[in-house]
């Protein structure tokens, strides 16, 4: 380990037109937190978190971070994003008023907490930035150690550009791997599984990543005694340290308030991950917080007078200005100089978001505020329309509800006069203006969405050979790898043995190691892997070995992938493609299906559940050409079933929220998918020979759901309608329902209850017994048919029990 102490040998004559500069960011920086508490205490924002006692550690990370890095960090880092030049004062009050611009709050448009930092990888289209031309840095998240997964896989992308032959010439996004992904992290949040889980892969795959911990002792009130052991995180680390024998880390520690060492600290830091592809934990000790964790408590209800006069002497901008002072960097009254100068400015800034926030709300205000009037005076309820009025314009600084809200009271007051019309469409027009504002971008609203590619269907010899399934899929990711240089698979048994069912067989033989890759279990990180290559414009396929086992993923595709175009509003883009198969096996955690969890928790990523492994290399082939991420849902028992081989291998394309009608049939639609499938095809066949006409349709993904509203269409026909499933009850099949129901109207159509066949309630019991009576069978799906038609008609289909 390398302990980093000030040398105090900065040339002050090289260097002081850029400590001064450094210490002008920090002071705007503080002053902007001081000022932001204010806005919160005093109601004009609704929450504070800021980086005051943060700010010099940040200076020097910025002064090592080069065009084309990358961070991934926490909510902290404001002086850091001043410091690299993509956050000005104005911004960062916009932040925290929630302004939905995107040109104001070019952080989130308003949608994120202040504090919650990104950069602009995308341009209004959707399409790339060269990001070797600016720094970047990825979009936070609140959940501690949310922002570690996908650091792995920010750092991970450099040694692939710089290893793998063929991508090496995408200079959009890197050169020869020279930039270093740089994680931050506050102490207590090392605690997090996450955190250890993401520095043994680093070190494991030996990644350009340079980890701060900002050390200031407490998590909210609770003291490092409770966090880590030894209260010393490099200290128990140090077993990660690289040495003669073996690669590890460099890990480095030094004072959070000493910013020579600071800065001799980061540049070594630099060197190492940048020109070595060595990781490395800086440990950044001896930090403070002025003003507590956030603007909903008070630090002095937990920490002691011992340790507020020690933070207040250890302040690090404190000590920056002694030690400019020691070293006669600037006088004291210069530096007390700037300070004032600083404080008009942030104030000023202050001013300009705030108006910039307010003036186009108060415009709107204005604009009903005519039309209230225009409609009050050949209205019967002029008085109580005034009324409203009168409360509205009483609104120095309105927001959007007290508007709509207004508006939508009145509405119904006038419901029955000539108004309402007026009104009505006011309504709804500003509605359409302003919702986007709060909604848009969940998808790709670029032209390479998922609905951007037209299907192709996959085409055969005329005596096509029936193979096993699994060849099918191999041959189409040897087709992908082929075609795609920048495609690249990794996840537990991929590569030696080319996965659990050998649907890499050869592979990794064929496109090396980098590209198809074994990894350790570790679910959430190989998600990482995933969000940041994408995030670096590698198409990565993350390889979850088991759909039960995407639960300790999936806090990580909730958090992160799912919701990053909309936390961005659509600035950047991680098209991931998750592979993992599922549904039916043997046992509690080989053959669940709980879909419902997953498509609820996930929305911002498509879940698609092909039936057979041709639809799957299908939706493969066409997430390749989108800029979206989905999760691929493969049938475990599908593998050696037998299935013709295309002849367009890697050609043909599955369409997304498309369904697909299997059978048709006049009585009755039933509505499934994945490997239920086979037993609702077969009980359908039964079915039939008692004259009961089903039929099955294959909904294929689940999000997007049916665009075309083809269900319906069936509905129209047969009247009736079950949902079979093998989630639980009330799991996917609830969603399915809604979706019909609700969404579709499919009620209009229905001449029998709608109903559902899920699962039991349970995890579904080992082997074939397990199964059967754990998950709907042939039969169940035979008798809940029967019992509908019998309904229908008892005379015909008596009671079978
Ligand atoms: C998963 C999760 N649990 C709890 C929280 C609430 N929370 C926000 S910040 C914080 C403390 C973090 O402390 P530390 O990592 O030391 O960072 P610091 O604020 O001290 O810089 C907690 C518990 C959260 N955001 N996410
Ligand atoms: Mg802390």
């Not at 848009?440 to 050979?465: G, I, M, R």
């Not at 639980?728 to 129901?741: D, K, Y």
Request: contains cysteine; hydrophobic residues 40%; negative net charge.
């Amino acid at each position: 380990m390398t302990q980093i102490a000030s040398k105090k040998e900065l040339s002050f004559e090289d260097f002081k037109t850029e400590i001064i500069n450094d210490f002008k960011i920090a002071v705007t920086s503080r002053e902007c937190s001081l000022l932001g508490r204010r806005e919160v205490l005093t109601g004009k924002a609704k929450f504070g978190i800021f980086g005051d006692g943060k700010e010099v550690p940040q200076l020097a990370m910025a002064k090592a971070f080069k065009n084309g890095d990358f961070r991934s960090g926490y909510y902290r880092d404001q002086t850091f994003m001043m410091a690299i030049g993509q956050m000005n004062i104005q911004q960062f009050f916009a932040g925290l008023y929630g302004h939905t611009d995107i040109e104001h709050d070019p952080m989130s448009a308003g949608r994120q907490m202040g504090g919650h930092f990104a950069t602009h990888s995308l341009n209004e289209d959707g399409s790339w930035k060269n990001l070797v031309m600016q720094k970047n840095s990825s979009a936070d998240i609140s959940p501690t150690a949310g922002q570690m997964p996908r650091l792995l896989g920010l750092a991970q992308a450099s040694k692939i550009y710089r290893n793998v032959t063929g991508i090496n010439n995408k200079t959009n996004f890197s050169i020869n791997g020279n930039e270093i992904a740089w994680g931050t992290i506050g102490n207590a949040s090392t605690s997090e599984g996450l955190f250890f889980e993401t520095i043994n892969a680093a070190g494991v795959l030996q990644v350009p990543m340079v980890m701060s911990v900002w050390d200031d002792e407490y998590g909210i009130s609770v003291h490092a005694r409770h966090q880590t052991t030894k209260e010393n995180i490099s200290e128990i680390l140090k077993g990660f340290q690289r040495d003669n024998d073996s690669k590890g880390y460099e890990i480095i520690r030094v004072k959070g308030w000493d910013y020579p060492a600071l800065i001799t600290a980061y540049e070594q830091a630099a060197q190492i991950a940048r020109e070595e592809h060595v990781p490395v934990l800086i440990h950044v000790q001896e930090l403070t917080q002025p003003q507590g964790h956030s603007t909903s408590g008070s630090h002095e209800r937990y920490k002691n007078e011992a340790r507020l006069a020690w933070e207040a002497d250890f302040d690090c901008l404190r000590q920056m200005k002694l030690w400019m002072i020691a070293t006669n960097m600037a006088s004291q009254e210069e530096l007390d100089e700037m300070e004032t100068v600083i404080k008009k400015e942030v104030l000023e800034g202050k001013k300009a978001a705030w108006n910039a926030f307010v003036e186009p709300i108060k415009n709107e205000q204005k604009e009903l505020l005519s039309v209230l009037e225009s409609i009050a005076k050949s209205s019967d309820n002029e008085v109580f329309i005034q009324k409203y009025s009168a409360d509205l314009s009483s609104i120095k600084e309105p927001i959007r509800k007290d508007i709509l809200l207004a508006a939508r009271k009145v509405l119904r007051i006038i419901v029955k006069e000539n108004g309402r019309n007026e009104l009505a469409k006011w309504i709804t027009d500003y509605t359409k203006k302003i919702q986007p504002k709060f909604s848009s971008n969940l998808f790709s609203e670029s032209d390479k969405n998922v609905f951007s590619v037209k299907e192709v269907l996959p085409t055969y010899d005329e005596n096509a050979e029936q193979v096993d399934a699994r060849l099918v899929i191999r041959d189409n990711f040897d087709a992908i790898f082929s075609k795609y240089p920048e495609t690249l698979i990794f996840g537990e048994d991929a590569g030696n043995i080319g996965d659990v069912n050998q649907g890499l067989e050869g592979m990794q033989e064929k496109y090396g190691e980098h590209r198809v890759a074994d990894v350790g279990i570790r679910e959430a990180t190989i998600l990482g892997q995933g969000i940041g290559m994408a995030l670096r414009g590698l198409r990565p396929i993350a390889e979850i070995q088991y759909l039960d086992y995407l639960l300790y993923a999936i806090q990580i595709m909730s958090d992160d992938l799912a919701t990053l175009q909309y936390r961005t509003r659509g600035k950047q883009k991680a098209p991931l493609i998750i592979r993992t198969r599922g549904h039916r096996l043997e046992g509690i955690w080989h053959s669940g299906s709980p879909m419902g969890m997953i498509i609820n928790a996930i929305r911002g990523i498509h879940v698609l559940v092909p039936r057979n492994m041709t639809k799957a290399a299908g939706f493969y082939n066409t997430l390749l050409e989108t800029d979206e991420p989905a999760l691929v849902i493969e049938c475990l028992n599908g593998y050696r079933l037998k299935e013709k081989m295309p002849t367009n291998i890697g050609e043909f394309k599955t369409p997304i929220g498309v369904v697909e009608t299997l059978k048709e049939g006049k009585d009755i639609t039933l509505v499934s998918y994945g490997s239920t499938l086979r037993l609702v095809e077969q009980a359908a066949k039964e079915l039939l020979e008692i004259g009961i006409d089903a039929e099955i349709i294959d909904i294929q993904s689940l999000l997007p759901f049916d665009v075309n509203h083809d269900i319906i269409k069936s509905l129209t026909k047969t009247n009736r309608l079950l949902v079979i499933d093998e989630d639980v009850p009330g799991g996917a099949s609830a969603f399915i329902l809604q979706q019909i129901l609700d969404e579709q109207n499919g009620y209009k159509h229905l001449d029998s209850k709608p109903e559902t066949l899920a699962a039991k309630a349970h995890r579904p019991a080992y082997g074939t017994d397990g199964d059967y009576f754990s998950k709907p069978s042939a039969e169940d799906i035979y008798e809940k048919v029967y019992a509908i038609m019998s309904e229908v008609n008892p005379v015909k289909y008596p009671s079978l029990f």
